[in-house]
Nanobody, 117 residues
């Protein structure tokens, strides 16, 4: 089993910044990718940004140029630097990871990000 623990959420005014972090623990042998998803009230969960084991990244169009995803040296941590935040970025942000050997996937419990105008 793999447990994902997010931190760094909070409230900020539009134009501000927040940094989210996620640490994977438990049976962490190798994670092929780690992603950040978000879900706003009344909306479906959507991919915000993802990063593979090799460092390849992808971003939702809505956050390109504002958000940066990175993995730690230990490869079991992932961070999301969020700059120039907008009210529409308000959501619960979830960490997601895929285990490399068998493809099992795991979700964190989520952290609230609120951006006020």
């Amino acid at each position: 089993q793999v447990q994902l623990a997010e931190s760094g959420g909070g409230s900020v005014q539009a134009g501000g910044s927040l940094r989210l972090s996620c640490v994977a623990s438990g049976d962490v042998f190798s994670l092929s990718r780690m992603d950040w998803y978000r879900q706003a009230p009344g909306k479906e969960r959507e991919l915000v940004a993802g990063i593979t084991k090799s460092g390849s990244t992808e971003y939702a169009d809505s956050v390109k140029g504002r958000f940066t995803i990175s993995r730690g040296n230990a490869k079991n941590t992932v961070s999301l630097q969020m700059d120039s935040l907008k009210p529409e970025d308000t959501a619960v942000y979830y960490c997601y990871a895929v285990e490399e050997a068998f493809g099992y996937d795991f979700w964190g419990q989520g952290t609230q990000v609120t951006v006020s105008s």
